[in-house]
């Protein structure tokens, strides 16, 4: 059957749902107009530091699968489809999956570590996610890399009127219920995997998830561990704050 669409073309609008056959916008946002209170929810918004061009923006599959239509197979030959390509359409069903847990309105329950190349909607599913959260009434932990958040661990600890970005307090931050953090692209990346472990184990004793961005792969960022601790993180467990589960897309070049 040709499920072809002589409306939108088969591709989808940018703004609108196709009425013909039900696509998603490319681009979903916040109509702040709609809401009862939008200057409450901006100063949420601007609260945990989200910046202004992602604000009322939200991540969208179709919008990832739109910007990377060369890594999807061919309808006319699925046949010729290459590993690489599936890895893709893995990671997008999967980014859906966690998207679709914050549209409803809940939280995940299990922490995650997302690596992709730059270009793959990382960030914007992160501050899409954190502002669906903040929508429901979650209390949500401002985007820091790994070095920030490694300074957070070290300068709390020394000084209980530590706050970070200026804003926020320790516990505060440790206890948000949605974290999103984003491993450095400095150097130091190499140190990632002590903050990694350290925060899944700080979080997981409090019943709390916590989400990773990376652009380096898991064996990666676990290649300067000498004792073998950040790869039993990955290790199948009941403890599913501290064991996270991990979507990965390796991008293949040829």
């Known amino acids: ?24 916008p490319l ?25 202004n061009y992602y604000h009322g923006v939200f991540w969208s599959r179709a919008r990832l699968e ?26 997008c069903e ?12 809940l939280i995940p329950h299990k922490s995650v570590i ?5 270009g793959f909607s990382k960030i914007t599913f992160a501050y899409s996610c954190m502002q669906r959260a903040l929508d429901a009434g979650y209390t949500v932990a401002p985007l820091l890399d790994t070095v920030e958040a490694k300074r957070a661990l070290v300068l709390a600890s020394e000084n209980c009127k530590y706050k970070i970005n200026k804003s926020i307090s320790y516990d505060d931050w440790i206890m948000s219920d949605v974290m999103f953090i984003t491993v450095s692209k400095l150097y130091v990346h190499n140190e990632a995997y002590q ?11 409090k019943g709390l998830s916590t989400i990773f961005l990376s652009r380096i792969s898991v064996d990666d ?31 293949k070049y040829r």
């Open 1 to 24: 059957m040709n499920d072809y669409c002589f409306v939108c073309g088969g591709k989808g609008f940018e703004d609108k749902v196709c009425p013909s056959c039900g696509r998603e």
């Open 27 to 51: 681009k979903i946002s916040i109509n702040l107009d709609r809401k009862k209170d939008p200057t409450e929810f901006i100063q949420k918004v601007e609260g945990v530091d989200i910046p």
């Open 66 to 91: 739109g910007d990377n239509k060369e890594k999807l197979p061919s309808k006319f030959d699925k046949e010729s489809s290459r590993s690489d390509d599936k890895l893709f359409i893995r990671y």
């Open 94 to 105: 999967q980014l859906d999956k966690i998207n679709g847990i914050f549209v409803d309105k």
């Open 114 to 118: 997302i690596v992709a190349p730059a």
């Open 195 to 205: 903050v990694i472990e350290e925060l899944f184990d700080r979080r997981s004793r």
């Open 221 to 251: 960022l676990g290649k300067y561990d000498r004792t073998g601790n950040f790869s039993a993180v990955f290790k199948n467990s009941e403890d599913n704050f501290k064991y996270p589960a991990v979507i990965q897309y390796l991008q």
